[in-house]
């Protein structure tokens, strides 16, 4: 079974840090695009971050770019999303999804459960 499961959530204050995870079951996300996503309460879902498939390119929704840095950890097949300087604005739930494409993220066909941000003092 084709599984993608985000991990790494939780309440933290502004200015804090969060480092979420997405891991893979049946499959290798080396193949696959990943995007990060994320959906707030009332609002539609948004990109966040796309990483290519070899790691060597990155794009980041311009609300989050210089704060948030998403990676790829090959040996444990997870694609991490690494959150600083975060702000109320960043509270929503957070999905990552695989892309059968290199590069593009926009065609994503697996997605993940979601993972719950909230940012607040």
């Known amino acids: 079974q084709l599984q993608l499961v985000e991990s790494g959530g939780g309440l933290v204050q502004p200015g804090g840090s969060l480092r979420l995870s997405c891991a893979a079951s049946?499959?290798?996300?080396?193949?696959?695009?990943i995007g990060w996503f994320r959906q707030a309460p009332g609002k539609e879902r948004e990109g966040v971050s796309c990483i290519s498939t070899r790691g060597g390119r990155t794009n980041y929704a311009d609300s989050v770019k210089g704060r948030f840095t998403v990676s790829r950890d090959k040996a444990k097949n997870t694609v991490d999303l690494q959150m600083n300087s975060l702000k109320p604005e960043d509270t929503a739930v957070y999905y990552c999804a695989a892309s059968p494409s290199s590069t593009s993220c926009s065609g994503s066909i697996y997605w993940g459960q979601g993972t719950q941000v909230t940012v607040s003092s």
């Open positions: 049946g499959f290798t996300l080396d193949y696959y695009a």
